[in-house]
C-alpha cells in the first residue's frame, strides 16, 4: 500500500510539494445547471491552488451521467488527452466528483498522468493542514474509510493479469490482505478518537460555565483574521483554503462580559458527504 496518505509521520505529505500544473474536469449532468457547477470548478481551482497546483485549463462535458468506465465520454477525454500531450508541464488531472477505483486506474493508465479526485483533494489538504492528535487521526480515519472500496479497482497489475471469474489466486489473497489491514486500522483509529474525544470533553468541563460563541461560515472569508482581531491573538490566517483546519479557542472580553470564542474548519460548497464526519472532530 501507498505511504502518501500517511498523517503526521515522517513529515507533512501531500499531493504537491513544489507547484504542479494540472487540468480540472466536470460534468454538467441532466439534473444540474450549468451556472453550478462552474462555481464548483472554481471552488475545485481553489482548492487545487491551495494543495500547490496551478491549473491550466479547465475541461466541461453535458451527459446524462458519468461513463462507468472514464467518467467523461470517449471523446472528451481523448481532446483532455491531446492538451495534456501538447503540455509537457502537465502532471494532474483532478475530477470535481468521486471516482471509483476502476475509474481512476483506467483514467491513469489512458492519460499516463497522475489522477485525482474532490475527496482526495480535500483529504490531501486535511492532511497537510491537519495540527492536533484529533484532527490527524480524524483525517487518516476519513482517508481509510475512503480507500477500502477503491481497493479492488487500484490494483491495476491485477486488471492485467487477467485470471479467472474473480481473478482467483496469490493476487486475490493480496486484496483480502490490504483490506484487513485497512478494517484494522480503521478500528484502531475509531478507539483513538474515542479516547480522543473523551479527553477533550473533560478538558471542555474545566472551562467552566463560561459563554461559548463560534465564528462560523464559508471557508477564507477571514473568520481567523476577525479572531485575531477580537482576541488579540495570532490564529494563523492565509489566503486558502482551510488555513485554520483545527478549532482554535481563545477567551475573549467584550464591554466586561468574558466568553470563549471558537475560530472552526470553514465550510465549502461541494463536500463529498462521507467527508462530513472530517469536520466533526475539526469543527
Same mark, same amino acid.
Given at each position: 500500500?501507498?505511504?502518501?496518505?500517511?498523517?503526521?509521520?515522517?513529515?507533512?505529505?501531500?499531493?504537491?510539494?513544489?507547484?504542479?500544473?494540472?487540468?480540472?474536469?466536470?460534468?454538467?449532468?441532466?439534473?444540474?445547471?450549468?451556472?453550478?457547477?462552474?462555481?464548483?470548478?472554481?471552488?475545485?481551482?481553489?482548492? +487545487?491552488?491551495?494543495?500547490?497546483?496551478?491549473?491550466?485549463?479547465?475541461?466541461?462535458?453535458?451527459? &446524462?451521467?458519468?461513463?462507468?468506465?472514464?467518467?467523461?465520454?470517449?471523446?472528451?477525454?481523448?481532446?483532455?488527452?491531446?492538451?495534456?500531450?501538447? *503540455?509537457?508541464?502537465?502532471?494532474?488531472?483532478?475530477? *470535481?466528483?468521486?471516482?471509483?477505483?476502476?475509474?481512476?486506474?483506467?483514467?491513469?493508465?489512458?492519460?499516463?498522468?497522475?489522477?485525482?479526485? !474532490?475527496?482526495?483533494?480535500?483529504?490531501?489538504?486535511?492532511?497537510?493542514? +491537519?495540527?492536533?492528535?484529533?484532527?490527524?487521526?480524524?483525517?487518516?480515519?476519513?482517508?481509510?474509510?475512503?480507500?477500502? &472500496? !477503491?481497493?479492488?479497482?487500484?490494483?491495476?497489475?491485477?486488471?492485467?493479469?487477467?485470471?479467472?471469474?474473480?481473478?482467483?489466486?496469490?493476487?486475490?489473497?493480496?486484496?483480502?490482505?490490504?483490506?484487513?489491514?485497512?478494517?484494522?486500522?480503521?478500528?484502531?483509529?475509531?478507539?483513538?478518537?474515542?479516547?480522543? *474525544?473523551?479527553?477533550?470533553?473533560?478538558? !471542555?468541563?474545566?472551562?467552566?460555565?463560561?459563554? !461559548?460563541?463560534?465564528?462560523?461560515?464559508?471557508?477564507?472569508?477571514?473568520?481567523?483574521?476577525?479572531?485575531?482581531?477580537? #482576541?488579540? #491573538?495570532?490564529?494563523?490566517?492565509?489566503?486558502?483554503?482551510? +488555513?485554520?483546519?483545527?478549532?482554535?479557542?481563545?477567551?475573549?472580553?467584550?464591554? +466586561?462580559? &468574558? $466568553?470563549?470564542?471558537?475560530?472552526?474548519?470553514? $465550510?465549502?460548497?461541494?463536500?463529498?458527504?462521507?467527508?462530513?464526519?472530517? $469536520?466533526?472532530?475539526?469543527?
Amino acid at each position: 500500500m501507498s505511504d502518501a496518505w500517511k498523517v503526521g509521520k515522517e513529515g507533512k505529505k501531500g499531493i504537491a510539494k513544489s507547484t504542479e500544473y494540472c487540468v480540472l474536469v466536470g460534468v454538467i449532468t441532466k439534473d444540474m445547471e450549468e451556472k453550478q457547477v462552474m462555481e464548483y470548478l472554481e471552488e475545485l481551482e481553489f482548492l +487545487a491552488t491551495t494543495a500547490g497546483a496551478e491549473t491550466k485549463k479547465v475541461f466541461t462535458q453535458k451527459i &446524462p451521467h458519468p461513463n462507468v468506465k472514464s467518467f467523461v465520454g470517449s471523446g472528451k477525454l481523448e481532446e483532455i488527452k491531446e492538451y495534456i500531450d501538447r *503540455d509537457e508541464d502537465i502532471s494532474l488531472v483532478i475530477f *470535481d466528483d468521486d471516482l471509483t477505483g476502476k475509474q481512476n486506474s483506467f483514467l491513469e493508465e489512458y492519460l499516463k498522468v497522475k489522477i485525482v479526485d !474532490r475527496s482526495t483533494l480535500i483529504l490531501d489538504i486535511f492532511a497537510e493542514r +491537519a495540527q492536533t492528535a484529533q484532527s490527524k487521526t480524524q483525517v487518516e480515519l476519513a482517508q481509510m474509510q475512503y480507500l477500502l &472500496p !477503491r481497493l479492488r479497482g487500484l490494483w491495476t497489475h491485477l486488471e492485467r493479469q487477467r485470471g479467472g471469474i474473480g481473478m482467483r489466486g496469490p493476487g486475490e489473497m493480496e486484496i483480502e490482505t490490504d483490506r484487513r489491514i485497512v478494517r484494522d486500522k480503521i478500528s484502531l483509529l475509531k478507539k483513538k478518537l474515542e479516547k480522543i *474525544d473523551q479527553q477533550a470533553q473533560t478538558q !471542555r468541563k474545566n472551562r467552566g460555565e463560561l459563554i !461559548r460563541v463560534a465564528l462560523v461560515g464559508y471557508t477564507n472569508v477571514g473568520k481567523s483574521t476577525l479572531m485575531n482581531l477580537l #482576541s488579540k #491573538s495570532d490564529v494563523f490566517a492565509e489566503n486558502k483554503l482551510f +488555513a485554520t483546519l483545527d478549532t482554535t479557542v481563545r477567551k475573549v472580553v467584550w464591554e +466586561a462580559m &468574558p $466568553f470563549l470564542l471558537s475560530d472552526t474548519v470553514g $465550510f465549502i460548497r461541494k463536500l463529498p458527504h462521507h467527508l462530513i464526519e472530517s $469536520f466533526k472532530y475539526t469543527g
